[in-house]
C-alpha cells in the first residue's frame, strides 16, 4: 500500500504543467502521471474487472488526476492544434471520459460491499446496468447504447440469413438437398497434415493476390501451426507473436472454416495489420493504450474479400464465412439480452435456436461466454460494420478517386484508435488524398 500511495504521489507531481503550457508539456506530463497510475487494463471477464478495484483512496486520488486533465484540456482549442496533437487531445479526452465513468462505478461498489457477487450475470450486481453500459462503450470504443447494439445486431442477424440464402440460390439445390450436402462428409477432414497444407495453401493464394486489395507492405511471413489444445479449446484459432494458431480440438475438421479463419487471423487480418502498425509512427500517448475491439473489427472485415483474394473458390468456401459471421451476429443482441435486459439461459437459447439450426452445443458455450465476458463478442461485428459504412460512405463522397487501396491504408493508420477517433482519422486522410 506504501508502494501505491508513492506512485500516487509521484502522478500528481510529475502532472503539473504550467497554464497555458503547450499541448506537447500537457501530453508529456499526462503520459508520465499515466505510467505511474495503477490504471486497470480491460480483464477477461467483468469478475476480474471487479476483483481489480483498487482502495477508495486510490480511487478518490484517480478522479482527481481525471477530473485535473479534464479542465486541462480546456485550455485547447482542437482547431489551434496540429493534426498529430489533435489525434492526442482526442485520445486524452476519450481515455479521460471513460476513466472518470469507471471511477464512479468503483466507487460505488466500495459502498456496496456485497459478500458474495454473481459470477455468471452482470446484471444481478449492484449498478449491473451501469456496468453493463460503461463496458459497451469500452470495448466498442464509442459513444453507443445498449438498446441501439441490440437493434444493430438484429439487422446484423438478417444480413448473415440474406447472405446465406443467396449463396442457396447460387448451388441450383432445393432446401433439403442443399443442408443435406452442407452437414454431409464432403466438408470434413480427419488427416492433421491435410489440414496443415490447406492452411498453408491458403496463405500461397492470399500473397499472390493481396496487391488486388493492398499496397505493397514489407512484413514477415506468418507461421502457421496447431494451437496447443488448452489454448484453443473454446476458440476456432487465434494469432500471437507471428504465429496462426488453428484449433484440431473438434475432429474431424470442416473444410468451410479454413478460409475466413486464416484471412481474420492472419492475412489481411490481425498479423498483417498488427506488422503494419508495428511500423506505423505512434505518439507517446498512442502507445500507452490497445483496442481490442478494433484490431476485432478489422480482423471481421477482411473476412468479406475471400473472393478477391482468392480463398473463397465455391459458394461453400464463402458460406463457411457467413455461417460464422450468423453465429457472432446472434450473440450481439443475445449479449444485451443476458446482460442488460436481464435474460435467463432459456430466453437465450430460445433466441438462438430461432436463428441457427444445429448448433445447440455451441449455443450453450456462447451463451457462457457473453455471461462471463460481457460485450466483448460485439466488437467484431460492430467493427466490421463501421469500416464497411466508412467505405460505403467515401464511395459516394468521392465516387471515381475512390481507390480501395487508399482506403486500406487510411484505415490501417487509424484502426488502433477507438472507433470514433479512427473515423475521423479516416476521413481526415481521405480530405488530403483528394485535395493534393
Known amino acids: 500500500m506504501k508502494i501505491q500511495a508513492a506512485l500516487i504521489f509521484t502522478a500528481f507531481s510529475l502532472f503539473n504543467p504550467k497554464p497555458q503550457s503547450s499541448f506537447d508539456t500537457f501530453t508529456h506530463c499526462f503520459v508520465n502521471s499515466y505510467h505511474a497510475l495503477p490504471i486497470p487494463g480491460l480483464a477477461n471477464g467483468y469478475i476480474d474487472d471487479l476483483h481489480g478495484i483498487e482502495p477508495k483512496d486510490t480511487i478518490k486520488k484517480e478522479i482527481a488526476f481525471f477530473n485535473s486533465i479534464k479542465n486541462q484540456l480546456r485550455q485547447y482549442k482542437l482547431t489551434t492544434l496540429s493534426a498529430a496533437q489533435q489525434q492526442d487531445y482526442l485520445q486524452i479526452k476519450f481515455e479521460t471520459t471513460m476513466n472518470l465513468e469507471r471511477l464512479e462505478l468503483e466507487k460505488k461498489w466500495l459502498t456496496y460491499s456485497p459478500a458474495t457477487v454473481p459470477d455468471n450475470n452482470i446484471a444481478a450486481i449492484p449498478d449491473g446496468k451501469a456496468w453493463y453500459a460503461y463496458l459497451l462503450k469500452r470495448w466498442l470504443g464509442a459513444a453507443v447504447t445498449p438498446d441501439e447494439i441490440f437493434k444493430f445486431g438484429l439487422s446484423e442477424v438478417d444480413d448473415a440469413h440474406t447472405h446465406i440464402n443467396l449463396i442457396h440460390l447460387q448451388t441450383g439445390l432445393d432446401s433439403i438437398a442443399f443442408y443435406r450436402k452442407i452437414n454431409s462428409a464432403e466438408f470434413l477432414i480427419n488427416d492433421p497434415e491435410i489440414i496443415q497444407e490447406c492452411f498453408e495453401q491458403t496463405r500461397e493464394n492470399i500473397d499472390s493476390r493481396l496487391n488486388v486489395l493492398f499496397y505493397p507492405h514489407q512484413i514477415p511471413v506468418v507461421k502457421i501451426k496447431q494451437g496447443p489444445k488448452e489454448l484453443v479449446v473454446h476458440t476456432r484459432g487465434f494469432y500471437r507473436d507471428g504465429t496462426f494458431y488453428y484449433n484440431l480440438s473438434d475432429k474431424p475438421y470442416n473444410s468451410r472454416q479454413i478460409g475466413w479463419l486464416f484471412l481474420h487471423e492472419a492475412i489481411p487480418g490481425h498479423h498483417y495489420q498488427t506488422s503494419i502498425n508495428e511500423k506505423e509512427p505512434h505518439s507517446n500517448v498512442q502507445d500507452l493504450f490497445f483496442y481490442v475491439g478494433s484490431a476485432e473489427g478489422w480482423g471481421a472485415y477482411v473476412e468479406r474479400y475471400g473472393k478477391e483474394l482468392g480463398v473463397y473458390k465455391t459458394p461453400y468456401d464463402e458460406l463457411g464465412h457467413w455461417e460464422w459471421d450468423l453465429v457472432r451476429a446472434v450473440r450481439i ?19 438462438w435456436k430461432k436463428h441457427v439450426n444445429n448448433q445447440d ?36 463522397k468521392l465516387g471515381d478517386k475512390f481507390n480501395i487501396k487508399d482506403f486500406h491504408e487510411w484505415v490501417l493508420a487509424n484502426i488502433s484508435l477507438p472507433f470514433a477517433i479512427a473515423r475521423k482519422g479516416v476521413f481526415k486522410d481521405a480530405a488530403l488524398k483528394t485535395s493534393n
Not at 443476458?338 to 433466441?351: R, S
Request: hydrophobic share 45%; net charge neutral; glycine share 6%.
Open 333 to 351: 443482441p443475445m449479449d444485451i439480452g443476458v446482460n442488460y435486459y436481464g435474460w435467463t439461459d432459456q430466453q437465450a437459447l430460445a433466441f
Open 361 to 396: 452445443d455451441i449455443a450453450v458455450r456462447e451463451i457462457q461466454r457473453v455471461r462471463h465476458w460481457p460485450a466483448q463478442a460485439i466488437t467484431y461485428n460492430y467493427g466490421a460494420a463501421q469500416i464497411a459504412q466508412w467505405k460505403a460512405v467515401l464511395q459516394v
